[in-house]
């Protein structure tokens, strides 16, 4: 409870679907009550929590505590209310030097007017030189050694696997067994590596995902299904998917949620430049294009993506997707696949994240925890 009291009245959606309602609210949802006279042309969402998101706004995970501060503070104006800084293939040292600098924002009480810092995706160094998409070449093996390093550090809460590596299917019981949600992905490994590795989770009863599924994974084919096909064919993954009109054919996200739908969910997989700067920019030590919204390396590899989620959002209803199945691939999908009980959802009790958009799916306001984030609502 806090002296913060706030309210909301419009289209709520709750855990049965949108209602016209009225919420009061201090860092907790206190109550929720039907009003049939509320407005119908604002919506009250579950604030946003991204899973893999690598910077934005000019910062980025690897900059250190300024960087993930930045990054925070410039995506919860976009409706990201929870987060999962992500780190990029790098020298060791450089990693763990990223991964301290993420535990040191989170030791010192999180981020005033940002995100909520879950703890750290470690997307690389244990994936494949032979996928490596725009991630710099320092790809490692996964040994037991690296592995308590990593954990002592008490920070990451995903991590990017190819489960073809030597040594990857121990790696990945150690990391979920440590509560880490285990996320294969940027692989060249066979249909049964994948799947062999999330049958072993799965009797874990740990937490899996495909990273950024489709992306840097291979294709399916008739008798070559690759990751990719058991990522969509086994019952328990969570699907990240990059819905920025660049990386993924409409047809493959609706494939994805065919497959899964329930366990789709919304990334931006975002880096510095997102937030409309254009032109040169930079990811882990590369250079970046970006025209149009669509960020490539020199070698027109696609370079992570632009992406807010409130736009990750908009792309997936243009593609024809519920507004109310989309806003949950935004925030109560990714906060089970990360075993969160209090965020995710509109309901009495839980934090107070929350995003507010208009007709036009716009952001015109965000409370993390109850605290409102734009100083003022715009208003045309
Ligand atoms: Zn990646």
Redesign the pocket.
């Known amino acids: 409870m806090t002296e913060n009291q706030n309210s909301f009245q419009g289209q709520v959606l709750l855990p049965e679907g949108f209602r016209l309602a009225s919420v009061q609210f201090g860092t907790q949802i206190q109550a929720l009550e039907p009003d049939p006279d509320a407005p119908t042309d604002l919506y009250l969402l579950p604030g946003f929590i991204d899973t893999?998101v690598h910077g934005g706004g000019g910062f980025d995970a690897m900059d250190g505590p300024d960087g993930v501060r930045g990054m925070a503070r410039f995506h919860a104006h976009h409706g990201t209310t929870s987060l999962l800084p992500t780190t990029l293939t790098a020298p060791w040292l450089e990693v763990m030097a990223a991964l301290n600098g993420i535990g040191e924002v989170m030791r010192s009480g999180g981020v005033q007017g940002g995100a909520d810092i879950l703890g750290a995706h470690l997307?690389?160094p244990f994936i494949s030189s032979e996928r490596l998409?725009?991630?710099p070449p320092f790809s490692l093996l996964p040994t037991l050694e690296r592995i308590s390093e990593l954990l002592a550090l008490n920070v990451v809460r995903a991590v990017?696997l190819a489960p073809e590596l030597a040594g990857a299917p121990l790696a990945a019981l150690v990391f979920a067994r440590a509560g880490v949600r285990v996320g294969l992905?940027?692989t060249a490994g066979s249909y049964e590596q994948a799947w062999s590795v999330l049958d072993a989770l799965q009797l874990e009863e740990g937490r899996w995902a495909g990273?950024?599924t489709f992306?840097?994974m291979g294709g399916l084919e008739g008798r070559i299904p690759g990751p990719l096909g058991a990522l969509l064919n086994h019952p328990a993954p969570f699907l990240e998917l990059i819905v920025d009109g660049f990386h993924l054919h409409p047809g493959s996200v609706k494939l994805a949620i065919h497959a899964a739908p329930e366990r789709v969910m919304l990334i931006t997989?975002a880096m510095r430049a997102a937030g409309g700067l254009e032109g040169k920019s930079e990811l882990g030590g590369q250079t970046v294009t970006v025209k149009g919204g669509k960020a490539t390396l020199p070698d027109d590899t696609l370079a992570?993506s632009v992406l807010t989620m409130s736009e990750a959002l908009r792309q997936t209803v243009k593609l024809g997707i519920p507004l109310e199945r989309a806003a949950r691939m935004a925030s109560t999908v990714p906060a089970r696949s990360l075993g969160l009980t209090d965020r995710g959802h509109i309901a009495l009790g839980l934090r107070a994240d929350l995003v507010v958009l208009d007709a036009q799916l716009e952001v015109r306001q965000v409370y993390c925890a109850g605290v409102p984030l734009l100083l003022e609502v715009p208003h045309e």
């Open positions: 893999h997307e690389g998409g725009a991630q990017t992905g940027h990273t950024h992306n840097a997989d992570g």
